[in-house]
């Protein structure tokens, strides 16, 4: 990963929310929804340490799932609707709040990577 100073500090979560590249913070950080670019257009950057793994998939279940969770358990206890009432509201809610959420995550996962230089654990010297 190659970390230049010539470039000044972007913030991880402004570009990681916004999708640019975490050096420059102009090019675009993904050639489509989820997948990666291989390299930034603007700086050149290469994207290939960029690996968030399971990380963006994890915090966005958790956050997902207490704030939908949440705001269907509120409305059970109030209105108390049929089940229907909750498949309707309730499963498509989940659906936007977890593709809202992915991509941005994401983004700001590699930021953080590139920021602190985060590579694979290596063995030996």
Known sequence: MAFDDDYPPQSPVSTGMAGRCPRCGQGRLFEGFLKVA?????????????????????????????????????????????????LV???PLTLIVCLGLLRPLKGVLVALQYRNR????????
């Open 38 to 86: 291989p390299h930034c257009p603007a700086c050149g950057l290469d994207l290939k340490f960029a690996d968030a793994g399971d990380g963006p998939a994890v915090f966005v279940t958790l956050l997902a799932g207490f704030v939908v969770l949440g705001l269907a358990l509120i409305t059970e206890l109030v209105y108390e609707p049929p089940i229907w009432v909750h």
């Open 89 to 91: 509201i309730f499963l």
């Open 118 to 125: 985060a590579e694979q654990a290596r063995l030996g010297p």
